[in-house]
Structures are given as C-alpha cells and as structure tokens.
T-cell receptor, first 111, second 112 residues
Framework: DSGVTQTPKHLITATGQRVTLRCSPRSGDLSVYWYQQSLDQGLQFLIQYYNGEERAKGNILERFSAQQFPDLHSELNLSSLELGDSALYFC??????????FGPGTRLTVL | DQQVKQNSPSLSVQEGRISILNCDYTNSMFDYFLWYKKYPAEGPTFLISISSIKDKNEDGRFTVFLNKSAKHLSLHIVPSQPGDSAVYFCAAKSYNFNKFYFGSGTKLNVKP
C-alpha cells in the first residue's frame, strides 16, 4: 500500500459526458501528479500540483483540468469525453524532490 | 517528444539468470533517475533510484547503472525470480524541475 488513494476504481461513462477523478496523497506529501496510461502505452504525464498551485504541465488536453485543494487532495476533471480518453489514470504524490508514490489508478471506460 | 526511451517492449529470462533492462534519455539536464515496477491492475511501485553523481546503486538483487556520457541507464536483477515478472518503467527528472519523464515500459517475464 503506497498510501495514495484514488477513487473511483472503475468508471464507465458515455461520450460527451464529464467525470471527476479524485486522489488523496500520502500524508505529508505536498506534490500531486496525474498520469494517463492508454492501452500498451507508457505513462503520459498530465499535470503536477504543489501545495495547491500548478507546478508543471504535460500533455494535458484543454478538455481536462485539475486542481489541488487546501487539504491537498486533488481532482482531475475530464469533460466532453471521447472514446480515446478510455485509459488508466494514475495519481502520484511525492515530497518536492523525492520519488513518486502511485495510487492504484482509476480505469475509465468511455462507451 | 520522447525524452526517455525503453526500446525493448519485452524481455524473457529464465529463473535464476540475470535480467537486464535498458533505458536511454536525451536530456542532459536530467540528474535523477528511477525505476518503477508495475503489476497488472496496480499502480507503479518505486524500485530503485540513482542520482547523476553516482554511476551505480545497489539494493539487494537490484542494481542500477548510469552511464552519463552515453545517456544510458540499466537495471540488473540478479537472480531473477518469477515474482519479478512485471512491467518496468524508467523515469528521469532534473533536480530543479519536478516533472518526471517516463519511458514506455519493458515487460519482463521470468520463466520458472
């Protein structure tokens, strides 16, 4: 158990819909990262927050947004969903410079 | 722009032998490198790391080697065990920028 929790574990929705994925970091970690892993692909970095502020941005679509709240949990919002958005979404947390600890992921299926 | 590459999508080795997983990077600003292991339906778990001031780091059966001039790192697993069968990702970052770049992963199969 990495100490990072993600909900829900599975999510099935339809094209055009909007979903919210939630992540709670390890106790004491101020950084939260979001990654997307499509079928047989590597981990694609989406976005990083540190102590509530956006710190780095990767290949995140404009239809996607994220935020980190004062209690340090983070949410990833995916809107106008397309079939190609079906993937595993991982959240990870870390100290400012340390290794990342990953949550179990949310499997999103867009039908 | 794939700054971290794992060119072997899969590797199969016999139990008890050495597994060598390779990773190449292009950004000379990277100074911290990590390996993660991922089982199906689970998140990646941290395995071992190395900073650019070292060329080798060892932790039990796992050793990571860094060749900065070649921009290459490798993970050696000796001896390999069936429980090591998983997907292995390498990752890299620069110290002053906390964005991690991941390779596409190598699926290791250790045959009993």
């Amino acid at each position: 158990d990495s100490g990072v929790t993600q909900t829900p574990k599975h999510l099935i929705t339809a094209t055009g819909q909007r979903v919210t994925l939630r992540c709670s970091p390890r106790s004491g970690d101020l950084s939260v990262y979001w990654y997307q892993q499509s079928l047989d692909q590597g981990l694609q970095f989406l976005i990083q927050y540190y102590n509530g502020e956006e710190r780095a941005k990767g290949n995140i679509l404009e239809r996607f947004s994220a935020q980190q709240f004062p209690d340090l949990h983070s949410e990833l919002n995916l809107s106008s969903l397309e079939l190609g958005d079906s993937a595993l979404y991982f959240c990870a947390s870390s100290t400012l410079v340390g290794e990342q600890f990953f949550g179990p992921g949310t499997r999103l299926t867009v039908l | 722009d794939q700054q971290v590459k794992q060119n072997s999508p899969s590797l199969s080795v016999q139990e008890g032998r050495i597994s060598i997983l390779n990773c190449d990077y292009t950004n000379s600003m990277f100074d911290y490198f990590l390996w993660y292991k991922k089982y199906p339906a689970e998140g990646p778990t941290f395995l071992i790391s190395i900073s650019s001031i070292k060329d080798k780091n060892e932790d039990g059966r796992f050793t990571v080697f860094l060749n900065k001039s070649a921009k290459h790192l490798s993970l050696h697993i000796v001896p390999s065990q069936p429980g090591d069968s998983a997907v292995y990702f390498c990752a890299a970052k620069s110290y002053n920028f906390n964005k991690f770049y991941f390779g596409s992963g190598t699926k290791l199969n250790v045959k009993p």
